[in-house]
């Protein structure tokens, strides 16, 4: 397919070299007929979805390493609700049970009791998030605490927390002693793929608790599972958007997410089930819970890693919107949620020595700032409730930090309403951004191109396209080259009117394969692999050839003819980029006003062509051509050309 694709490419360098029924004439304007395009345009969403962060993202491979799950009734030890299951062996026999008292931290008080009276080995086995998966040779941390106890009388006295930590090469088997006891990691014989098992087990008639269990990888990149995060350095992202999403603000106050409870040591993490774990109702996705192993400091690490600005999006004092009923905060107690934010850039941006949140920051081993500038107040809410809540915070912050960018929100719809509303209050004193999404049909996406070009160009915010994806219904919402190339038409109406369009973000950006709550998603994976789609590739070449500044285009075939185009120039190589989609079944003959050598990449294919982990049928080629006049561009294609001066 490779082959063919680049063939092709090459075919059709030289204008008239295919014949198409079908001709556009593109006229390309002059340096200065556009606008300077700004360097936040691409980035990127990560919401705690599709099982993305525990096992996935953060490669942590037990599952409640800290036992802080919910407690599964005797008749089911052996349900994946608590990860863990009895482990009985030689004549071993054991008391399972979760204790509170005298925890390694308050906040995540339960932990494990084994209480032995066999003769042989007891305890417990975890078998991680589908399987451990630990390829020979590849280096671990293997950590947790223990501690023994003993009888006193008809009550218990506890010794103290002691910590059992090493790192070891993965082998078959591996075996490691503490005292009272080992833990082995051994081979699923199970499991055809070779993952494997993780049990820890007590020697003798005796009592020992355990917590804050760990099995990582240290071949990581910002402690984070290291070929994911390639895929997203791939991408070249401008900015991250964290931590969601709805789970910013799940269905009732017990449960938001409060980024204060997820920095410092792990073991002072409180975790919470979560949301997504009831999108479709009662089924085996609701054992998946969030443990806060990626947190604040995490996500900011990921974007330091990735040169890309953070946007962390903080509540606005109302749950999530979908949950009903929704709760608000009354306004006279808003500044609560005001003050959060505010401890939120004390802790990106606070000097170490001087400030509570900063010295948190520089302990957990950063003491130089995050130099976070965005902040969305609100995920996705929406009506005058949410406006009086938005504007209340935003007035709290900018008193403090005028300096720091507000987001607003302006609903879950593209049009309505709510979304009228929310124009009509919103002006560029009260937010810099407002965070427009839309999931919708490729009939939508195919008359989306035209969008922002009648949005105002002072006075109001500018946009955040922050979650939009194609759901292509007809082929079950799947990851196929037709939903990618319709979403490239959106995108070359967000770079033509990037002088409206400051930033977008495609979601989601990640779903572990079998435990997929929300489709399409830009990048699949399992406990070992990944495959990017062809909606992945889309978002790539218009990151990896973003312009500096636009330029002027006019076609002389219309919209309706399903041909997009927009055009600019990289000031730091001199190139003219000219993005063309051809939306249409049939090829293109494209007659350009720009000559001269040229490089370009081509993705096509079959509008139902999908990518798997078997299998990347669908991915951009490129081929150094000549540009004399004009080119053919196949169907169902997204063509980047980058001509030199």
């Known amino acids: 397919m490779k082959k063919t694709i680049l063939a092709m490419a090459a075919a059709m360098a030289t204008a008239g070299a295919v014949a198409a029924e079908r001709s556009v004439e593109v006229t390309l304007g002059g340096a200065d007929s556009g606008h300077a395009v700004p360097s936040t345009l691409w980035g990127i969403f990560f919401e705690d979805i599709n099982w993305a962060a525990d096992g996935g993202l953060y490669p942590e491979q037990l599952a409640n390493g800290g036992f802080d799950w919910k407690q599964a009734d005797h008749e089911k030890w052996n349900c994946k609700m608590d990860g863990w ?167 009732d106050y017990q449960h938001w997410y409060d980024w204060r409870r997820t920095v410092g040591p792990k073991e002072r993490r409180e975790c919470v089930i979560n949301r997504w774990s009831f999108h479709l109702g009662p089924h085996p996705d609701a054992l998946y819970w969030e443990t806060f192993g990626l947190g604040y400091y995490e996500y900011f690490r990921l974007c330091e890693a990735l040169g890309a600005e953070p946007v962390p999006i903080c509540l606005a004092g109302i749950t999530c919107q979908f949950q009903k009923p929704a709760l608000f905060t009354e306004l006279d107690d808003i500044d609560y949620f005001a003050n959060v934010v505010l401890e939120l850039i004390e802790f990106a941006n606070g000097d170490a020595a001087t400030t ?107 946009v955040y396209a922050g979650e939009y994806a194609c759901h292509d219904k007809e082929s079950n919402k799947a990851n196929n080259l037709w939903s990618a190339i319709c979403e490239a038409v959106a995108m070359t109406g967000f ?44 978002q790539q070449m218009f990151s990896l050839n973003r312009p500096t500044r636009t330029i002027s285009v006019e076609a002389t075939m219309g919209e309706e003819e399903h041909f997009f185009t927009c055009a600019g120039i990289d000031d730091a190589t001199g190139e003219t980029i000219v993005k063309l989609v051809n939306a249409s079944k049939q090829p293109l003959d494209v007659k350009l006003n720009l000559t001269g050598h040229a490089h370009m990449t081509l993705l096509t294919g079959e509008r139902s062509d999908v990518n798997s982990l078997e299998k990347e049928t669908v991915r951009p080629v490129g081929a150094s051509i000549y540009l004399d006049g004009g080119l053919t561009i196949p169907a169902n294609s997204l063509t980047v050309l980058r001509v030199k001066k």
């Open 85 to 251: 299951e009895p482990d009985f062996r030689d004549g071993g026999m054991a008391r399972l049970s979760f204790q509170y008292g005298a925890p390694l931290h308050p906040n995540t008080a339960k932990h494990l009791r084994i209480e032995t009276f066999g003769t042989g080995l007891a305890g417990v086995r975890n078998r991680g998030y589908d399987g451990i998966f630990m390829e020979d040779g590849a280096k671990f941390r293997l950590s947790f605490y223990w501690r023994e106890i003993e009888r006193d009388g008809i009550d218990y006295k506890l010794g103290e927390w002691m910590k059992f930590e090493t790192e070891f090469a993965a082998a078959e088997k591996n075996v490691f002693e503490f005292p009272f006891g080992q833990v082995r990691i051994y081979t699923d014989e199970k499991a055809e793929d070779g993952r494997r098992i993780l049990s820890i087990l007590v020697k003798g008639r005796r009592a020992v608790e355990f917590d804050q269990a760990s099995l990582m990888p240290l071949d990581t990149i910002a402690g984070l599972r290291k070929d994911l995060v390639e895929r997203l350095a791939a991408l070249r992202p401008a900015f991250v958007r964290f931590p969601g999403g709805c789970i910013v603000e799940q269905g």
């Open 356 to 462: 509570t949140w900063g010295k948190v920051r520089a302990e957990m081993g950063h003491p130089e700032p995050f130099n976070l500038k965005y902040i969305g107040i609100g995920n996705e809410n929406w009506g005058q409730g949410f406006i009086d809540r938005y504007e209340a915070i935003q007035k709290i912050i900018k008193a403090k930090h005028p300096e720091i960018i507000c987001v607003g929100s302006s609903g879950p719809d593209s049009e309505g309403n709510y979304f009228d509303l929310a124009w009509s209050k919103y002006t560029d004193k009260t937010a810099e951004l407002i965070d427009e999404h839309y999931y919708r049909s490729p009939d939508w996406f195919l008359h989306s191109s035209k969008r922002y070009d009648d949005y105002a160009r002072s006075g109001k915010p500018k």
């Open 495 to 538: 770079e033509r009117n990037s002088n409206v369009v400051e930033m977008a973000s495609y979601a989601p950006l990640f779903a572990r394969i079998d435990h997929t709550q929300w489709w399409p998603d830009l990048i699949w994976f399992n406990g070992t692999k990944n495959f990017v789609t062809p909606n992945y590739y889309v």
